[in-house]
């Protein structure tokens, strides 16, 4: 018997290794065909290892740099090797561009899946039935008649910031542009979509929150580049992995506490109504349509789903935000001559009123401002890029990129191809004149990507920018710290090494 038991297993182990010889041979067999089909677009001749990592510098100036050579030497498409198994197609013209966008192609799993333990799978990272499913729910949290109350909340956090800002003046000390920003968006973002105040502006070291997700930015972008890290099992048992979930715990906590709050808020009958923010009374707010919402089936999202989306928008709606309006102060410090012309177009709209707190009605009325704001976001590019997979052959270029190849959509290339931009590096606003825009590609502008898979959250977005640089601009001259070198760092959000320091100097708008 132990001989006949003996051979049953012999056979077993031989039929397993011989069913895994086989996959492993129709694996190699397609990845082998569809390299040779990415062989076709323009590329460098990867190592055979390595692929084209040792290529790139690294995710800062110099691999800005070489991101921008790439791009002129392949302004329309090309292709990459990360390593020796997971090629990808860069996609850097509007033409080629617009061929992805226009789908709703979904996030590129093998890439996306590092940020899942850290935002779940929300409104991001989710695809198919679900996602379009969950767009559809979210949809109405940012209508204008949502969006309205909202400007009372902004103007009263932006009142703090500028606090702040008086401060550091009567100190005569710089600050820490990126700090300062993030804890203004991170308040704005608690306060509107959640009702939730933790005054974390006001806190007087870094909110653990905003340490937390700059940290779990820079180790993603990190593990990015370290295929050999991109299997979970392997990545949690290093000493950075732990370090990355302990991080996403203390999101977590935040998201749980916004939410369970909440809840015990509508169980104890608190009265909802969008006419009498700041009362007893307050604002539909986002959280309250997560936990309301009810598709056609009278089916709403489950507890898993809206912390996703929790920590999604908590995410999106700050760190994001916040790059974007670090880099319009740095730009516009940068340039003086600009700065003056936005100051004396805010000074114009806000001339005559009690207060600079800005109506609904201001935000079109700010030509100027919003084609500085524009620019500094195609120059410094707040999220520098973005990835899709695909679920179909697609030609792109007359060359056919087969299914379940992963697209780099790297926004900053976009906003540097200069078949596209003359002279890239050099800010010009009047690149955003109705004039220059009209004759251009919608899809040569992406901060906020394009398509169906858009942001949702863009009016929301620009709407804080747009706000927050009126009220300090009416205030304050920003000045660049000139002992300072201001170095770019390319994390999920496009952030700074060693951030950048500037003083708002009083003044007497005219």
Not at 13 to 18: K, Q, S
Not at 74 to 92: D, E, H, K, T
Not at 251 to 262: L, Y
Not at 263 to 271: K, P, S, W
């Amino acid at each position: 018997m132990a001989a006949v038991a003996a051979t049953v297993v012999s056979i077993g182990l031989v039929a397993a290794v011989c069913f895994l010889l086989i996959k492993l041979v129709i694996g190699l067999r397609a990845y082998r065909k569809k390299c040779d089909f990415l062989r076709q677009f323009p590329h460098i001749k990867p190592h055979f290892i390595w692929g084209n990592l040792l290529e790139y510098p690294g995710p800062d100036e110099r691999g800005l740099k070489f991101q921008r050579e790439m791009t002129a030497m392949f302004p329309r498409v090309s292709s990459a090797w990360m390593g020796p198994f997971l090629p990808m197609i860069m996609v850097s013209h509007p033409e080629t561009i617009r061929i992805i966008l226009k789908t709703s192609e979904p996030k590129a799993h093998q890439i996306y899946h590092l940020m899942e333990p850290w935002i779940g799978d929300g409104l991001l990272l989710s695809k198919g039935q679900k996602w379009a499913r969950n767009r559809r729910l979210l949809t109405p949290a940012f209508h204008f008649d949502i969006l309205k109350p909202y400007l009372i909340i902004k103007n009263k956090a932006a009142d703090i910031m500028l606090e702040k800002f008086a401060s550091y003046h009567q100190r005569d000390q710089y600050f820490e542009v990126f700090n300062m920003i993030s804890k203004l968006t991170l308040d704005i973002i608690l306060k509107c979509a959640f009702s939730y105040d933790t005054d974390c502006q006001r806190l007087g070291d870094q909110h653990p929150y905003v340490k937390a997700v700059f940290a779990l930015s820079e180790m993603t972008v990190k593990r990015f580049f370290q295929p050999w890290f991109h299997t979970d099992w392997v990545y949690f048992l290093t000493p950075t992995g732990r370090k990355f979930r302990k991080n996403c715990q203390i999101v977590h906590d935040v998201a749980e506490e916004v939410i369970q709050k909440r809840r015990e808020a509508l169980q104890n009958g608190e009265q909802i109504n969008p006419e009498e923010q700041g009362r007893k009374r307050r604002c539909l707010d986002f959280l309250d349509i997560l936990l309301t919402a009810k598709d056609e089936n009278g089916e709403g999202l489950r507890s898993d789903e809206i912390r996703a989306e929790v920590d999604t928008f908590l995410f999106e709606g700050h760190d994001t935000t916040a790059s974007a309006i670090s880099w319009v102060m740095y730009s516009l410090a940068e340039h003086s001559e600009f700065q003056s012309e936005c100051q004396r177009e805010v000074d114009g709209l806000l001339k005559g009123r009690k207060t600079d707190d800005l109506l609904w009605d201001d935000f079109s009325k700010m030509p100027y401002l919003t084609m500085c704001i524009k620019e500094a976001m195609r120059l410094h590019t707040p999220v520098p890029f973005i990835q899709r997979e695909l679920t179909q052959d697609t030609e792109i270029d007359g060359c056919i990129a087969p299914a379940g190849t992963v697209i780099n959509i790297v926004i900053y290339n976009i906003h540097h191809n200069p078949v596209i931009w003359e002279d890239s590096l050099e800010y010009r606003p009047q690149r955003f004149s109705e004039e220059n825009c009209n004759a251009r590609s919608p899809y040569a502008f992406i901060p906020f990507s394009a398509g169906p898979r858009n942001c949702i959250g863009q009016t929301f977005a620009m709407h804080e920018v747009k706000l927050a640089m009126a009220k300090m601009l009416h205030r304050y001259t920003l000045e660049l710290d000139p002992n300072h070198e201001v170095e770019k760092f390319e994390s999920v959000v496009m952030k700074t090494k060693t951030g950048i320091y500037m003083k708002a100097i009083p003044r007497r708008p005219s």
